[in-house]
């Protein structure tokens, strides 16, 4: 009776657990890919030394097999560089919204979110990428929420949808990116179409 009391639970930790040692079908066929080598970055990546700035180039690089690897590299570099840039030209030392209000009386230059959107696309736009794209965003414009801008980089020719968001205001002056489609905080609409939105409404208020 002792020895079934002592087991009983014993099993049940087991199972909770998963029984953690016994492999499943799927884990047995999966092929072994930590023991596969990744493939070498290319040159212009490679001379990256900052990871931040090496892991936003390969997202852009994989973006389509037509990115020059040398604009990916290069506009990952200027994204951050130049969110560090922008961050002390707003003086920037606050939350994002404790900073927008600041801006809103006066108390600071810039730093509102389609600030930094403008800033972006244009720095990144004077580098006149042949193999990228910069978009412009907005997200919040149809709900009580604040709306939000953020400027997006592509592949050239692709939608905004298949870009990257380039999103500095997020985070109060540090560089946030991801895939437009896993962002899960915002939808994005292309800025145009937002735009347009804004002038039918107000028509139709008169």
Known sequence: ???????LPLLVALAACGAGDVPTRAQIDAPDLAAAAPDPDPAPIAALTDQNTAQLA????????????????????IAYSYTAQLKSEYGITDPPLIHNAKVNAGLRPRGLCWHWAEDMERRLKAEAFQTLELHRAIANHDNILIDHSTAIISAKGATMFDGVILDPWRKGGRLVWMPVLEDRRYGWRPRAEVLQYYRDRDTKRG
């Open 58 to 77: 390969r997202l852009l690089l994989g973006l389509s097999p037509q990115v020059d690897p040398e604009e990916a590299a290069r506009a990952a570099s």
């Open 1 to 7: 009776m002792i020895r079934a009391v002592l087991i």
